[in-house]
């Protein structure tokens, strides 16, 4: 009973802060797509390299999603740290999450021995270098966690969606 | 928050009392006296009742406009971040591509049926050493992967001295999985080949593992004393261009799918889960001595 009391308080606790935590939310995912996409994004050719060696997709959409990818993760990036359509941002990061770790997790299936490229680098791995497919997965299936629940709550403090939303609430109650 | 949180409970009392009013309504549409008993004691409330009710409905209109306002400001916020998002896409691979140099080849592309292969060379590759050796090696790599490099490095030396001492035949695959870079640099690996000089060609382009374009890939030919003019046309031409992707696709029949492979007459030494690399470095020298010892024993029996 008084577990059950403690979890409800806290729940309320979390519903009444909810723009706070939406905002860390936003933070961090934000970061993780700046720091990917930045890292990736002067090297192109490493990051085709990369999407080649999971050997999912044809060499040519390979290359076109290797090039393209950088740039989407820093305008990721930029939008959810700016708070410009969160629910949007949220949906596409979940997406591009999952399909990481389907990637990753299909690549530890098929025995490749790869390193997942998410922050630079990428491709086929030595021998001397052992994978860390658990470690990666895990990460990413933290981050699909953090924007699914951006995705229920995209409202947050600071940001141009909140901006928009007082704004629109002064008009409406002056 | 607070007003946002306010605004919203306001919206939502107006969007329940609308729906109270236009029970009411309805209520009043089919004749309120009879359905209500005590209707018939007030008349004279109705009028003004009616008047509150009209209120609400307008109230529930506009909030259902703003609602819908809403709605569409939001849907329209999310397709201007989804056109931003493959913008953003377009321009990394615009830029990309505007990067890469003219006639860049693309790796994956099928060769013609009937291609100049170098002499000294086969379709599928080039081999090194004495044709009766009894033991042969293929080594399948692409000019620009580091691994390779690095067991070429690790590996030099023994192959140098089993080659010399007739072991061994080796048979250099300089498949191009990379990109086009890897093509240009196997090409010119072809020109090398027709001096003989694909071992130390292939030592000095690993040295300088960047992209290297066809000037410096000629540079790269000048430090390993390939100065010849049919040598720095040949590269200068990809010559052999097609032929690297020959070697490509003959690598992928059969069966290469990553880079450093080796087979050793015929088979290959497949990294063991986890291995480091100088368990992988091990096991191939232990399987070309096998074979070496193998073939040395039948030879005896006969």
């Known amino acids: ?174 | 928050m607070s007003q946002g949180k306010n605004h919203k409970k306001r919206a939502r009392s107006a969007r329940s009392s609308g729906g109270k009013s236009s029970a009411a309504k309805s209520s009043a549409a089919k004749g309120r006296p009879s359905s209500k008993p005590d209707a018939s004691n007030t008349p004279s409330r109705s009028k003004p009742k009616r008047l509150t009710e009209q209120r609400w409905v307008d109230s529930d209109r506009i909030a259902e406009h703003r609602a819908a306002q809403r709605r569409r400001t939001r849907i329209y916020r999310s397709l201007i971040a989804v056109v931003i998002l493959l913008a953003a896409g377009t321009v990394g691979w615009v830029v990309y591509r505007s990067q890469l140099p003219s006639g860049l080849p693309d790796n994956s592309a099928k060769p013609p049926a009937n291609y100049a292969v170098p002499a000294g060379a086969t379709r599928d590759g080039v081999p090194v050493g004495q044709t009766d050796a009894p033991v042969t090696v293929d080594l399948y790599f692409d000019f620009r992967c580091p691994h390779c490099r690095d067991y070429e490095r690790a590996t030099a030396q023994y192959f140098d001295k089993q080659v010399e001492a007739g072991t061994v035949k080796m048979v250099y695959h300089p498949i191009s999985i990379i990109d086009g870079y890897s093509v240009w640099a196997a090409a010119a690996a072809g020109c090398a080949t027709e001096t003989n000089a694909l071992p130390r060609f292939t030592r000095e382009v690993f040295s300088q593992q960047d992209q290297l374009n066809r000037e410096e890939l000629v540079a790269v030919g000048k430090n390993v004393d390939l100065t010849s003019p049919e040598f720095i046309r040949c590269v200068q031409d990809s010559k052999y261009q097609n032929w690297a992707l020959g070697v490509t696709q003959a690598a992928e029949k059969a069966g290469v799918r990553s880079t450093p492979s080796v087979a050793v007459n015929g088979e290959a030494v497949v990294p063991r889960p986890r291995g480091s690399f100088e368990e992988f470095i091990d096991d191939t020298k232990r399987t070309v001595a096998d074979a070496a010892a193998k073939a040395r024993k039948s030879q005896a029996e006969q």
């Open chain 1, 1 to 174: 009973m008084a577990v059950t009391d403690r979890m409800k308080t806290t729940w309320r606790a979390v519903c009444r802060h909810r723009l706070w935590l939406s905002l860390c939310a936003r933070v961090v995912l934000a970061g993780f797509w700046l720091w990917a996409g930045l890292s990736k994004v002067g090297d192109p050719t490493g990051s085709i390299a990369a999407v080649k060696a999971y050997r999912l997709l044809p060499d040519a959409a390979a290359s076109v999603v290797g090039a393209a990818l950088p740039m989407v993760e820093i305008a990721l990036g930029l939008t959810l740290l700016l708070g410009f359509a969160v629910r949007a941002g949220a949906v596409v990061s979940a997406v591009l999450q999952l399909m990481f770790i389907i990637g990753i997790a299909t690549a530890a299936a098929r025995g490749l021995r790869i390193d997942c490229g998410c922050f630079g680098g990428g491709g086929e791995l030595s021998s001397t270098e052992s994978t860390r497919y658990t470690a990666e997965i895990g990460r990413d299936i933290g981050l699909l966690l953090v924007a699914g629940m951006l995705a229920i709550w995209p409202m947050s403090r600071f940001g141009l969606d909140y901006r928009h939303q007082r704004r629109e609430a002064k008009q409406l109650h002056p």
